[in-house]
């Protein structure tokens, strides 16, 4: 893994700094809108037993979260939805509130390449 990606469990421990291609500028603000929308449909879909839309909605998640230069959020979406495939409302929870956390306090650095 990058120095950027958490490795630990430990989700709270993950860098509040995502580096991105300063070409994506113009688009971070509704991506970002469009993650925290997405967090909602899969809490929503917890409390509904939905799974498959969770596992749905985490995998479009880690792909473009990659593409965008966010590997703490790649690495959190992962997790949704392996948790999602074994039904696991607790740590689809968990993981929930941390990464709507991680999305409050991510600071974006834009890098030229």
């Known amino acids: 893994m990058s120095e950027n990606t958490p490795e630990s469990s430990d989700l709270e421990s993950w860098p509040s700094e995502a580096r ?8 971070i603000q509704k991506f970002m ?15 509904q037993g939905d799974f498959e839309t969770i596992r749905k909605v985490a995998h479009g998640m880690k792909g473009v979260s990659g593409s965008y230069g966010f590997p703490a959020m790649t690495t959190a979406a992962a997790r949704l939805e392996q ?23 991510v ?7």
Do not use: C, H, Q, W
């Open 83 to 105: 948790a999602a495939k074994t039904a696991d409302g607790g740590s689809i929870s968990r993981d929930l509130r941390t990464l709507a956390s991680y999305l409050d306090r």
């Open 33 to 47: 809108a469009n993650r925290k929308k997405e967090i909602t449909t899969m809490a929503e879909a917890v409390s």
């Open 20 to 27: 991105v291609d300063a070409s994506f500028e113009p688009l």
């Open 107 to 113: 600071t974006i650095v834009y890098e030229e390449t």
